[in-house]
C-alpha cells in the first residue's frame, strides 16, 4: 500500500472536453479522482463546469488519476 502524496494546499485540476467527439451536455460533466485502494472513480466535490473555455474544474489535495464524466456515473 503506498500513502498519497498530500498538497499542503488544495490545487486546481482542469481539465478540457474540446478534443473530445461526444454529444452530451457538458454542464453535466463531473471531475472524478481515482481511489488506487478500492479502483472506484470518486466525485470531487464543489467541482464546477466553464462552459466558455471548455473545462471542468475541482480543488484536489493529493496526487492521483483524474478525469470527468457525466453526473450521476456510478464510480465503476
Known amino acids: 500500500f ?14 478540457g472536453w474540446d478534443y473530445l ?6 454542464a453535466e460533466l463531473v471531475l ?3 481511489n488506487e485502494e478500492t479502483g472506484l472513480w470518486v466525485e470531487v466535490p464543489g ?5 466558455e473555455n471548455g473545462t471542468v474544474s475541482g ?8 478525469a470527468w464524466g457525466w453526473g450521476g456515473d456510478d464510480g465503476d
Do not use: A, E, K
Open 59 to 66: 480543488l484536489i489535495n493529493h496526487f492521483t488519476r483524474f
Open 21 to 26: 467527439d461526444f454529444s452530451g451536455d457538458p
Open 2 to 15: 503506498q500513502r498519497r502524496q498530500q498538497f499542503q494546499q488544495p490545487v486546481r485540476v482542469t481539465l
Open 32 to 34: 472524478y479522482w481515482q
Open 47 to 51: 467541482n464546477t463546469v466553464n462552459m
